[in-house]
Structures are given as structure tokens and as C-alpha cells.
Nanobody, 124 residues
């Protein structure tokens, strides 16, 4: 059974930083494309940042490029999202997910296994 344990969300002021973690069990993240997605109230789920190929290449949304960084720790079977220079528009529920290599996409439809999500609120 595949499970993800996400942590690191919370309330942060604009300009601050948070680091999200997602530890997997039941699969080895190195063998999958992995990514972070978010969904704000009333909006569709969108890709934030993904490791899309086995060579470690990444794809990030324009809105977070230069501010968010995705990384993976193979020994811990964990994927991280370092979020810097947070903005109020980053407020959302953040999900980690894994899917088969090959699509090259950072789109929810390309990912099969999902965590429950962690809330991030950016507000002063």
C-alpha cells in the first residue's frame, strides 16, 4: 500500500519561508516522477514543481520559479519543497504525488499516487 506523509505546512508571513516534506512508503521515489501540487479554494489543482525524469530534471510553474525548489533524498525516500519569498497567492493546500516517468509533465493527470495534503497560509 502506497502512503505519503506530508509535513511542514502552516502559517507564514509574506516574504517568509517554509519547507514541505513528503515521505513515502510502499514505493521507492527514485523510480518515479515526483511532484508538488497545490489547490486553492475554488480553484483547480495545479502543478507547482516536479522532478519529471530519472536524470533529475525538474519543471516548475512560472509563478514559483526562482522562489521554490524541489529536491529528493533517496536515503530517506522523501521529497521536499523549499518555499522562499512566500506570497499571499501561495496560500493553498499542497499535495505531493508520484507517477510514472515518461510524460515529462508537471500536471496532476500524469500522477497516480497522492498524499492527503498540507495547508500553507501566507498572511500578515
Amino acid at each position: 500500500q502506497v502512503q505519503f506523509v506530508e509535513s511542514g505546512g502552516g502559517l507564514e508571513q509574506p516574504g517568509g519561508s517554509l519547507r514541505l516534506s513528503c515521505t513515502a512508503s510502499g514505493l521507492t521515489l527514485d523510480n518515479y516522477a515526483v511532484g508538488w501540487f497545490r489547490q486553492a479554494p475554488g480553484q483547480e489543482r495545479e502543478g507547482v514543481s516536479c522532478i519529471v525524469n530519472s536524470d533529475g530534471s525538474t519543471h516548475s510553474a512560472d509563478s514559483v520559479t526562482g522562489r521554490f525548489t524541489i529536491s529528493r533524498d533517496s536515503a530517506k525516500n522523501t521529497v521536499y519543497l523549499q518555499m522562499d519569498s512566500l506570497k499571499p497567492e501561495d496560500t493553498a493546500r499542497y499535495f505531493c504525488a508520484a507517477g510514472m516517468y515518461g510524460s515529462g509533465w508537471c500536471h496532476p493527470s500524469a500522477y497516480d499516487y497522492w498524499g492527503q495534503g498540507t495547508y500553507v497560509t501566507v498572511s500578515s
